[in-house]
């Protein structure tokens, strides 16, 4: 069963990020994967996370990752993914999935430029923003609380959230670009 679970922080997580990091970059070099982004809950200290690392890698196309990145990770034990849920899609990657062995890393593969980029903006903004980042903290227990077995259901309760302040951290930072 792959329930939600919510830890307190761990400062490992950073290591698992760099470690992963190195992984990917030694198997497919600097060229192939331009940028290597360390996202998601557990990139930001002092958050309660589920304890997956979120990554976000660029790529050069989907078509290349395609032909260069899938067959090399899937060969390694990661399970592929096409996410056109949330348009426009990205490849994704799952290390580990239940109910064999934990998860513990998912891999978001897009072009610089590409809407999931704007992943950083929040990240950054909860960064900066312990206030925010203490009311996202407890919509997630909560959540993880009402939803223990239900990943998809405790995604979506978190997404006007998420949206909302992406959408404030994005309009912030343009700003502060002009």
Known sequence: MDRVVIVEYAPRWSELFAQEAKNLRDLFG???????????????????????????????????????????LVDKGYVYLWRSDRPPGHMMFIKGLPPQYPRTHHLHFAPQGHKLWERLYFRDYLRNHPDEANKY??????????????????????????????????????????
């Open 30 to 72: 600097s060229k192939l994967l331009s940028r290597i982004e360390h996202i998601g809950s557990t990139s930001i200290v002092g958050m309660p996370a589920k304890p997956i690392i979120d990554m976000l890698i660029a790529i050069l196309s989907f078509d290349r990752a395609k032909q260069e990145i899938v067959p090399k």
């Open 137 to 178: 903290a407890q919509l997630k227990r909560e959540l993880a609380a009402k939803f223990f077995t239900d990943r998809e259901a405790y995604t979506n309760g978190k997404s006007d959230y998420v949206s909302k302040i992406k959408a404030l951290a994005v309009s912030q930072a343009k700003t502060q670009e002009n």
